[in-house]
């Protein structure tokens, strides 16, 4: 069982396998599917599913989100077998699953409990196919019921142990090379180290932690803060006196936390609440500066202080951001640095070191204490010291290091390698018979390396921060920690109490981590560029000797290999089809989209959303359109479409299977005239009016052309012909047979031959975790592909039209977060620790990207800062003219003009001789800090937000070349992995003195900055930008953009599907489970409807083509506006701090563009973003208590926006 699971089978699983082979001549693969499939179907039985289908296993298997009723039923010793189930059954994917039991339907009838006959499945049943007790294998149904029931032992990794033995070793790891006078390129050396017997000392295994008492939930006593709260302000002041810090207050920062958590009667009490308890996953909604990071530091701190017997783990924004707050609370707790063990330790993975130490050495705050002399607790962590460098050979270090050093983090740690010096003496003759095995070993000064600092501080270390990168993908050396965990999962079994600060952007990231984008090639280092040779050689060398699997996954590797590269063929600029390059330019493509797309061209109906189209229009041409599409859904709905069994011969999309044969068999499939003639003729046949329809549209499009208030990409629509349908035709086939072979190759990958080392395509996203999480409704891989090299405009050509890319879809990577308090509680039998989710945004209900669920509670500020977003704050509609006296619009402009347009924004906004908006407004926070210091005293500064950081840096461009009297002034937010970008502008300068990291903004208030242009993700939550004051270091925020996910982000869509699935099961009303019959019949229903629903979201364009979809719950207007008030909320958090108020600008056209157009008009929720987001919040906090608490001064702000200085006269429903 060559799996990447967390847990594994027992002893006897092998000791069976074993038995097998050597009683009935059983290989090791068929006696593992024999074991495999009945325990699966004993699981069913055991769960109480043997009236279901055989196929059924696949969706317990898969654990997917399916409302059954039996499933919400189950004891803690089913739940126990089903998790077990999961770790020893490697099918949770149906088309794998089919397959092992064809497999297991072949093998002697003799030694199967269950009786298959090899046609239709679906109509063979559990309970039917099981065998009479006296004709089963009584040995197997108690072994199955024993590993079903008992503790699995987790995984264990190789590890090598440490060296003991001196001579010369050899090991790699990247260095900086010197390519030419500047160029430097970062190249893997090998290099021999010397150990001499001096320096092999006997290192003994660092403490590691021990395994964990049974926790339980936490109580929260506010009460108990006071005294706290008076100790961390005595300890900041003596600190300041030697310090660069600033005492931040912590008294009055606890006198302004109100905490009301909701009562058992669901409702808000007007009070605080003295008490809580943690327990299991309790969520906290948090208006802006309502105290959540002030509450997590106390926490942790009162763990500290008055509960040392347990742990507490915080989860920030980033590693910065986690190394400044561990330097925090250990100033609070050490005395001296040198002699006492931190009680706070930040947590970040090695593979980033580099980046980390470059990040942490170039910070404000450490420059700041360096400056002092003082001492700073990140220097502890992030130390570059490599003892086992200094072995290197004195040869190495010159010829192959160029003197230099190992990039930290890439160090040979885990494996050097002992040269074997009898060969090195007879390399020219080698003697095979003094051939040696090769000892690998680990470096010996690994358990005193200053770079493993933070490892052995872990366990007495009774705070651990981390971040969501290092909770998902951070790994343990394996000489502490074997198991195949990351940091999560530590986390999980160590600590007592976890906190989530903005818990919404924690489940983002997860489920991105299980949503990856995969390169299958790129004619360099795509998956399938690495495992072609060892694949062939593997294949050469065991011809007749393969197991069945691998034999599968062989055949599945060789096809993926000549399809990869007739779509890309096809896709070539000189040697494909135009019509193809220009179908799928820019876009992330699926076989589903294309057969879609392709059912709107032969439905005679332009692909793109017809903005003017009427309902009832619309629906009519979704409703043919559907009509074709239901004969490329049932040719898609066929588990393996290279043998068809569910569709009859005479069935249409029976013939595309035909087809696709034929592209398979064929070698020259991308360019044989014989493949696009049948796909011609089979158009013709199963839709005879195709050309007719093609005429209709034809007119149409020429009445279109003649209407110049008609959108450009209407008039100029190039209608298809038949050649064309045929031509998109055969590329949707060729790339649905891609998507068959890499399915195998992918997710079969634990087939492959023994000789191909590589990791899993996916193992970036916690390969154990995908046996734990659910997989999502559409299935794992969903197919979806992205051709980086495919033509964008006649101006740009195609630079990489040999790579294509894989979106791996896997898991919901959200639920990690939502039930990591028993992420493994079924496994181990053990809770998880008490989770406390906190966020500014996490209670919008229609948001999909923000919204977590409904709180426990609510963290409220106190009545001033309520008073200053209500009353004192300003929100302004102020969009700009262009050239052409029309309102400029960056949202929807399309990629070929957004640059053209934030060239006209910032015109526009610079004015005439510096002049313009950006002058006046900073002239009115001049005048403001004078005539009211307390609120408005060292805030003259501008916040510009924009889309992406490649936005931020095209803003400060165009500033600075426009306004060279603020041109030293102006900055842009790089991320914290990247050196600052050097481009030159037009007056020869470099813009690396503009470039701020994102770690830095913190301190931009001590630079001579006074515009900040930042991507609204990057600074919109988690960090405080303060000033002298210790109040909000901007006074004003310009919203350059309205904020919109792109219409191709596969990323985006998983995020919005995994939400919506998990909505799905807890509505009991919902149509799949209504119209599907049992389990297997829900799932197939579920399927169904996600497939519908990612194909709605990528159709979707327009703002205004957005309509809702009732039986799918979908409403992406109320989704958009929510999301979008989640993040004006988060802008709002960075312009409050201190208790100011703030002026709002909302500055594209496209927030508003029929009110832009015309200050008379009437803006609805269906023409204006800006007014759906007003709309909602009213209905909100009209009708949610909860909502009103939270959101009413922000929704008392919004409807007072002005345009021109005068109110805007909304038309609201």
């Known amino acids: 069982m060559r799996q990447s699971t967390l847990l594994i089978a027992p002893d006897d699983w092998q000791d069976r396998i074993d038995y097998l082979h050597d009683t009935h001549g059983l290989s090791g693969t068929d006696a593992n599917i024999l074991l495999q499939v009945e325990v699966a179907f004993v699981l069913m039985e055991k769960l109480n599913l043997s009236d279901e289908p055989i196929t059924a296993a696949w969706v317990l298997l898969s654990k997917a989100p399916i409302a059954d009723i039996r499933l919400r039923k189950l004891s803690a010793t089913q739940k126990k ?4 189930g999961r770790q020893l059954i490697p099918y949770p994917e149906k088309f794998n699953w089919l397959n092992a039991v064809r497999d297991y339907q072949r093998l002697p009838l003799h030694l199967r409990m269950y009786i298959i006959t090899e046609t239709d499945f679906d109509t063979q049943y559990i309970d039917a196919a099981k065998r009479p007790p006296h004709e089963r294998e009584q040995q197997h149904e108690h072994l199955y019921d024993k590993w079903l029931s008992q503790q699995l032992p987790f995984r264990q990794r190789n590890t090598h142990p440490y060296t003991t033995q001196a001579g010369s070793y050899k090991g790699s790891g990247q260095v900086q090379i010197n390519i030419g006078n500047t160029q430097l390129q970062t190249e893997e050396r090998d290099v021999l180290f010397n150990l001499s017997p001096g320096s092999i000392s006997s290192q003994t295994k660092p403490t590691w932690l021990s395994p964990p008492a049974v926790r339980a939930p936490f109580q929260v006593d506010m009460a108990a803060f006071t005294a706290l709260a008076q100790h961390l302000d005595e300890c900041e002041t003596t600190l300041a006196r030697r310090l660069p810090i600033t005492p931040r207050n912590w008294q009055k920062r606890l006198s302004e936390l109100r905490c009301h958590i909701i009562d058992s009667a669901g409702k808000l009490p007007p009070d605080p609440t003295s008490t809580f308890t943690i327990r299991g996953f309790m969520h906290l909604a948090g208006m802006v500066s309502s105290g959540k990071s002030t509450l997590a530091s106390l926490l942790a701190a009162h763990i500290v202080k008055d509960h040392p017997e347990k742990r507490i783990t915080l989860l920030v924004s980033d590693v910065q951001t986690a190394i400044q707050l561990a330097n925090q609370i250990n100033e609070w707790f050490c005395d001296d640095p040198d002699t006492d063990a931190p009680v706070a330790v930040p947590i970040f993975g090695r593979s980033s070191l580099h980046t980390h130490m470059r990040g942490f050495y170039a910070s404000t705050t450490y420059l700041a204490y360096a400056q002092c002399g003082a001492f700073h607790w990140g220097e502890r962590w992030l130390n570059s010291l490599c003892p086992l460098q200094y072995h290197i050979s004195d040869s190495d270090r010159v010829n192959v290091m160029q003197s230099k050093s190992f990039i930290p983090g890439t160090e040979p740690c885990q494996i050097i390698q002992l040269v074997d010096e009898t060969k090195k003496a007879e390399k020219k003759k080698p003697d095979k018979s003094k051939k040696t095995k090769k000892l690998k070993c680990a470096c010996p000064y690994l358990p005193v390396c200053p770079q493993y600092q933070l490892y052995r501080d872990l366990p007495t270390a009774r705070v651990w921060i981390t971040t969501p990168g290092g909770m998902s993908s951070g790994t343990l050396p394996r000489q502490l920690d074997s198991r195949p965990i990351r940091v999560g999962e530590l986390v999980y079994e160590q600590s007592d109490v976890v906190v989530f600060d903005e818990v919404d952007t924690l489940i983002n990231w997860f489920d991105n981590q299980f949503a990856t984008l995969v390169t299958l090639t790129n004619g360099n280092d795509g998956i399938l560029d690495k495992i072609t040779v060892n694949a062939e050689e593997y294949a050469v060398q065991n011809r007749g000797n393969m197991p069945s699997g691998t034999l599968r996954w062989i055949g599945a590797e060789r096809n993926a290999q000549h399809i990869v590269s007739s779509v890309l063929t096809l896709l070539h600029r000189a040697n494909g089809q ?25 439905a005679g109906f332009a692909e793109f959303d017809d903005r003017t189209l009427s309902l009832a229009e619309r629906r009519r041409q979704d409703t043919e359109t559907q009509t074709i599409f239901d004969v490329f859904a049932s040719f898609l709905n066929e588990p393996d479409p290279l043998r068809p069994d569910r569709l009859n011969e005479a069935d249409a999309a029976f013939e595309l299977c035909t087809i696709l044969n034929q592209i ?52 100029e629509y190039e209608v298809d012909t038949l050649s064309t349908l045929a031509t998109r035709l055969q590329f949707a086939l060729t790339v649905t047979l891609l998507d068959r072979h890499t399915r195998i190759v992918f997710f079969d990958w634990t087939n492959r031959p023994a000789t191909i080392q590589q990791k899993s395509p996916s193992y970036r996203n916690q390969t154990t975790m995908r046996s734990i999480l659910p997989l999502p409704l559409t299935g794992r891989q969903f197919g979806t592909y992205y051709a980086s090299g495919t033509v964008r405009s006649d101006r740009q050509p195609s630079k990489q039209t040999n790579t294509l ?210 991507p609204l993700a990057a600074v919109g939550r988690g960090l405080n930008i303060l000033n002298q004051h210790r109040k909000a270091a901007f006074g004003a925020v310009f919203f350059l953009t309205r904020p919109y996910p792109h219409p191709h982000d596969a ?71 929510a999301t979008t008030i989640g993040y004006i909320i988060q802008a709002v958090g960075r312009l409050i701090r201190g208790n100011v108020p703030f002026r709002a600008y909302f500055v594209d056209a496209a927030w508003a563009p029929e009110l832009a157009a015309n200050p008379e008009a009437k803006e609805t929720p269906e023409t204006s973003l800006l007014a759906a987001m007003i709309d909602l919040l009213a209905e909100y906090t009209d009708e949610d208590p909860i909502c009103r608490a939270l959101y009413q001064p922000l929704a008392d702000a919004l409807l007072d926006t002005t345009y021109n200085g005068n109110p805007i006269n909304w038309k609201l429903r």
């Open 805 to 1014: 890319n894989l979106f791996a879809y896997t898991n919901i990577g959200r639920d990690y977060v939502l039930n990591l308090h028993q992420l493994l509680t079924d496994y181990t039998g053990q809770p998880g620790p008490a989770v406390l989710a906190m966020s500014g945004t996490s209670y919008l209900p229609d948001s999909t990207t923000f919204h977590v669920g409904k709180p426990d509670g609510v963290l409220l500020p106190d009545q001033k800062a309520v008073r200053l977003i209500g009353r004192e704050s300003q929100f302004v509609f102020m969009p700009q003219q262009g050239e052409d006296n029309k309102p400029i619009r960056l949202s929807g402009a399309g990629p070929d003009r957004v640059r053209q347009s934030i060239n006209q924004l910032c015109r526009a906004l610079v004015g005439q001789r510096g002049k313009g908006q950006l002058h006046d407004i900073l002239n009115e926070l001049t005048q403001l800090a004078a005539s009211d210091p307390e609120h408005w005293a060292d805030r003259q500064r501008l916040l510009l937000f924009v889309n992406s950081y490649e936005q931020a840096r095209w803003v400060a461009t165009e500033l600075r070349q426009h306004w060279t009297a603020k041109q030293d002034s102006i900055r842009y937010v790089v991320p914290d992995r990247n050196e600052a970008i050097a481009e030159p502008d037009e007056a020869g300068r470099h813009l690396t003195d503009a470039a701020i990291r994102r770690a830095d903004i913190e301190q931009f208030s001590q630079t001579d900055g006074t515009i900040l242009v930042a």
């Open 664 to 715: 398979n068999s064929t070698g020259d499939n991308a360019t044989d005239n014989v493949i696009l003639l049948r796909c011609q003729s089979w158009i013709r046949r199963t839709f005879p009016k195709t050309e007719q329809r093609l005429q209709k549209l034809k007119e149409q499009i020429t009445t279109f052309q003649q209407d110049t208030s008609r959108p450009k990409y209407q008039r």
């Open 578 to 602: 135009s019509v193809i390059q220009q179908w799928v330019s820019r876009h992330y493509f699926t076989p589903m989209t294309l057969f879609y797309k392709l059912s709107r061209r032969l």
């Open 81 to 84: 077998a089903w998790a077990n």
């Open 1051 to 1121: 990323q985006a869509i998983a995020r919005e599907m995994n939400r919506r699935a998990l909505d799905w099961e807890a509505d009991e009303t919902f149509g799949a489970w209504q119209t599907g019959v049992g389990l297997l019949g829900k799932a197939e229903a579920a399927r169904k409807s996600a497939v519908h629903y990612w194909r709605s979201v990528e159709n979707r364009s327009y703002y205004s083509t957005l309509h809702d979809d009732p039986e799918l719950r979908a409403r992406p207007r109320r989704d958009l506006a």
